[in-house]
């Protein structure tokens, strides 16, 4: 259930404009990974491309390879299609599909491919993914009611049950409690910490207390100005990262004197 | 007067207010004035004479000013502009409303008087004086309409589908705006010759055929649908396009499952309403379905009556009992009138039927 990323030497281009360069890191398996970087240093952009979905901005491409249990994500004939469904993803704004109910959101991974999947199949896999979610209690007397009438917190917490119900192999998350609030913050944090057992996690986050709190491994990226390719400057185990960088921009960052 | 300076000078925030009751009190007497010196240049004629349009005109320009003055003085100038843009917007409104209220007064009132059972069951099948009905013509109407509605909305719904989500700033999508925008403005009679031309070159000269209206409404329609739904389709958010896409949707499943449905309302309301903008055209049926005298039900064989060219017939050959034949042209125009209000009204309620439920 859960695959290893292998990235090797990614630029990202917007059409001419070089965004994010010579990018080679190594995700394993069963763990969270945070990428850490002041705005637009393009760690967004890159978590993007591991699941190749900056394809959808015009314009967008890719060098370099990105490995995904040794299969190339970016290889002749592969169907991006294909690739999402093993790599999910949690955006920044809680996106619940506001024309259905709970339930169908949780299974609108099923329901939009027009899987087949019997009424008590349907009924497990809700259940299971928003007890994964740490969901469940809160919504499970209310399945039929629109998603969106749900706080902020708790739809964030439908979208990644969303995710999860397709049985991805990765998560990625970008920025997935910049609009919460604390209490929601730690419910997905505590939620982040459980589908580590399962899932390999990516997440890009602003808040540098929370890639200490919740990653075993830790990406800083770093632009050297406007209009230039942002760059991953240090990857290391997040405990090195906060405590002892190598580098001296890292340490500028982690302890607050930019960014 | 005294007392309301005193309290503006006790506050540096308060300001001297007229009592609530004074734009009533000021416009009726601005009426009551006008009325006077109305009658007096009345007098010596008879009653009936009594210019009431003059007196409103001259009342509502005497409040106008009044009140100014009144605000002026009494309360401060930002107050007064504030009265006296409110009584000129207000004017506007009422200018705005009347021809639509009279409009309205004198369809209903003229047409009310044929509406009845025979109007709705009998067609004008050898009737030159009085009786007949027009259930030729709004069968015409219904079946013309509806098949240009069946022939520009999926043409209309997809090009604009191909605008929003496939399109981008192609050179191809550009272009289609341009003959969108360009087919917009195209005059309804011009529609209606180019049917009438190209029915021409395969039927001979002079066919008349109810798909052929239908065609001319159609193009008509079709840049009016694309408009309104390419609106609506670009404001579906990206974020729900990229959650879909992100468990593994393909875009065209996206598009048909998470796009339409999220704007479908709107969609609805917009196809509603460019059917509400062809229901009532006239030249191109004019030229296209023709008219007869008897009913029709067959769009693809002979000429169909539409209820605009009833109206227009009606009137252009009263036959022997015009009086008659005029009444029969404004049940017609009611008739249109109630058709459309009945599609806004069901567009509405479809609206209200699809549109995404934000709580429970």
Redo the contacts between chains.
């Keep these: 259930m859960s695959k290893r990323i292998e990235v090797s030497d990614l630029n990202v281009y917007y059409g001419d404009f070089l965004a994010v360069e010579g990018v080679s890191l190594e995700i394993a398996p069963r763990s969270v990974t945070a990428f850490i970087g002041p705005s637009g240093c393009g760690k967004s952009t890159f978590l993007r491309t591991l699941n190749r979905m900056h394809e959808v901005i015009a314009g967008a491409r890719v060098e370099g390879s990105v490995l995904l249990d040794g299969e190339d994500l970016y290889a002749q004939g592969v169907d991006p299609v294909l690739v999402r469904r093993q790599i999910g993803m949690v955006f920044q704004r809680p996106n619940p599909f506001p024309t259905m109910s709970i339930r169908e959101n949780v299974l609108a991974g099923v329901l939009l491919n027009n899987a087949r999947m019997s009424k008590s199949d349907q009924d497990g896999l809700v259940e299971r993914s928003l007890r994964g979610a740490n969901l469940w209690n809160e919504v499970k007397d209310r399945l039929n009611l629109p998603g969106s009438g749900l706080s902020g917190g708790q739809q964030q917490r439908l979208c990644i049950a969303r995710a999860i119900a397709v049985s991805p192999d990765v998560v990625l998350m970008d920025e997935p409690c910049s609009a919460l609030d604390p209490i929601s913050t730690l419910a997905i944090e505590d939620l982040i910490e459980e589908l580590k057992q399962e899932y390999t996690i990516v997440i890009v986050t602003h808040n540098m207390q929370q890639a200490a709190r919740v990653s075993d491994r830790t990406a800083f990226f770093n632009i050297a100005g406007t209009g230039k390719p942002g760059r991953l400057i240090e990857y290391d185990d997040t405990t090195q990262i906060f405590s002892n960088p190598s580098v001296q921009a890292t340490e500028d960052y982690v302890s607050g004197r930019f960014g | 007067m005294t007392a309301v300076v005193a309290r503006g000078q006790a506050s540096s925030l308060a300001a001297g207010r007229l009592p609530r009751w004074s734009t009533w009190v000021t416009l009726l007497a601005a009426m009551v004035v006008s009325a006077v010196v109305f009658a007096l240049i009345n007098m010596g004629s008879d009653a009936s004479d009594f210019n009431v349009a003059g007196m409103l005109v001259v009342g509502a320009l005497l409040y106008i000013v009044t009140i100014y003055v009144l605000s002026r003085l009494s309360e401060s100038p930002r107050h007064a502009i504030d009265r006296f843009v409110t009584a000129l917007v207000t004017s506007a409104f009422i200018i705005a409303i009347i021809p639509l209220v009279s409009l309205l007064y004198t369809v209903v009132s003229s047409g009310i008087e044929r509406l009845d059972a025979e109007y709705f069951s009998s067609s004008m099948r050898g009737v030159v004086g009085a009786g007949g009905g027009a259930i030729h013509a709004i069968w015409g109407t219904i079946l013309i309409t509806l098949a240009a509605t069946i022939i520009s909305v999926p043409i209309g719904l997809m090009t604009s589908i191909y605008l929003v989500e496939y399109g981008?700033?192609g050179r191809i999508a550009k272009a289609i705006t341009f003959f969108v925008d360009v087919m917009t403005g195209i005059p309804s009679i011009v529609a209606g010759l180019f049917i009438f031309a190209m029915f021409s070159i395969f039927l001979g000269p002079g066919a008349s055929i109810g798909i052929m209206g239908a065609l001319s409404l159609a193009v008509l329609m079709i840049p009016v649908v694309v408009r309104s739904s390419e609106e609506l389709l670009r404001i579906v958010?990206?974020?729900?396009?990229?959650?879909?896409?992100?468990?593994?949707?393909?875009k065209w499943?996206?598009i048909v499952?998470?796009v339409l449905?999220?704007t479908i309302a709107g969609i609805m309301t917009g196809i509603m309403l460019s059917i509400s903008r062809v229901i009532g055209e006239t030249a191109p049926l004019l030229l296209t379905a023709g008219f007869t005298t008897s009913l029709n039900m067959n769009l693809f064989d002979g000429r169909m009556m539409t209820l605009p060219v009833f109206v227009y017939n009606q009137y252009q050959n009263q036959g022997t009992n015009p009086d008659e034949a005029v009444a029969r042209a404004w049940a017609g125009a009611l008739t249109l009138i109630l058709i459309v209000m009945a599609l806004n009204l069901a567009a509405r309620l479809i609206a209200r039927f699809f549109a995404?439920?934000?709580?429970?």
Excluded: H, I
């Excluded at chain 2, 995404?356 to 429970?360: A, D, E, I, V, Y």
């Design positions: 981008g700033r958010p990206n974020e729900l396009r990229e959650a879909a896409y992100a468990l593994g949707v393909p499943r996206t499952k998470v449905p999220t995404p439920k934000l709580r429970g």
